[in-house]
């Protein structure tokens, strides 16, 4: 089993920044990528960004240019920076984690909210 513990989450001003957290514990030695969804009220479950082990990232095309996604392989934990936020960008966040040649996320965060005013 892998518990994944997000941080980081607020209320921001639109144009402001924040920074995310995700420490994943427990059965480590599984985990190849790792990355973030997020969820606004009404609205499905979309990708934001994802991380392998190795470093090659992915983005949803909605964050492309404005977040970044990075990993500390050594500590188990994933950052993303959040820069130029819209209230477009308002939503639960939650950190995934995927095995070796996933198909989807094997472990979720219980998720953190991101509040972006006007």
């Known amino acids: 089993q892998v518990q994944l513990e997000e941080s980081g989450g607020g209320l921001v001003q639109a144009g402001g920044s924040l920074r995310l957290s995700c420490a994943a514990s427990?059965?480590?030695?599984?985990?190849?990528?790792m990355g973030w969804y997020r969820q606004a009220p009404g609205k499905q479950r979309d990708l934001v960004a994802t991380?392998?082990?190795?470093?090659?990232?992915n983005y949803g095309d909605s964050v492309k240019g404005r977040f970044i996604i990075s990993r500390d392989n050594a500590k188990e934990t994933v950052y993303l920076q959040m820069d130029s936020l819209k209230p477009e960008d308002t939503a639960v966040y939650y950190c995934?984690?995927?095995?070796?040649?996933?198909?989807?996320?094997?472990?979720w965060g219980q998720g953190t909210q991101v509040t972006v005013s006007s």
């Open positions: 995934v984690a995927m095995k070796l040649g996933f198909i989807q996320p094997d472990y």
């Open positions: 427990g059965s480590i030695f599984s985990i190849n990528t």
């Open positions: 991380i392998t082990a190795g470093g090659t990232t």
